[in-house]
């Protein structure tokens, strides 16, 4: 496996835990449907724009919920709301952040971000 696509599995071990990157690392070596795409997302994800300086992951993790909020990739939003919380965020950080995404995605997304988030707190007990 490359240095780069070998970091990217580093990083995002660090901000969505091991099992995930144990599972991304299994789908590059058995060279699936979906082992290339895997490997640019650890390669310039992971690899490459997390690890940047000029903003801190928590900051990085409050940009991405915004993005995947106004896309309404409510599947994604889910798994980046616990990075978000890995990397320090509060729930009422996200929150603020949800609705912060109202004025500039619209209610329905905001919303359908909030009952997301909501999923994900009862999952982990919080």
């Known amino acids: 496996m490359k240095e780069l696509t070998e970091k990217g599995l580093e990083t995002f071990a660090e901000i969505r835990g091991r099992d995930c990157s144990d599972q991304m690392r299994a789908e590059i070596n058995e060279g699936g449907f979906n082992a290339d795409l ?11 724009v997390w690890i940047r300086g000029g903003l801190e992951r928590k900051q990085r ?17 889910k798994n980046h709301v616990k990075v978000g919380l890995n990397n320090g965020l509060t729930v009422a950080e996200i929150k603020e952040a949800i609705i912060q995404s109202a004025a500039y995605a619209g209610f329905p997304a905001a919303r359908t971000a909030g009952d997301a988030a909501i999923e994900v707190f009862k999952e982990l007990g919080i």
């Open 61 to 77: 993790s409050l940009v991405t919920m915004g993005i995947l909020i106004a896309n309404r990739a409510t599947k994604e939003f």
């Open 38 to 48: 895997s490997v640019l997302s650890a390669d310039f994800v992971f690899g490459s």
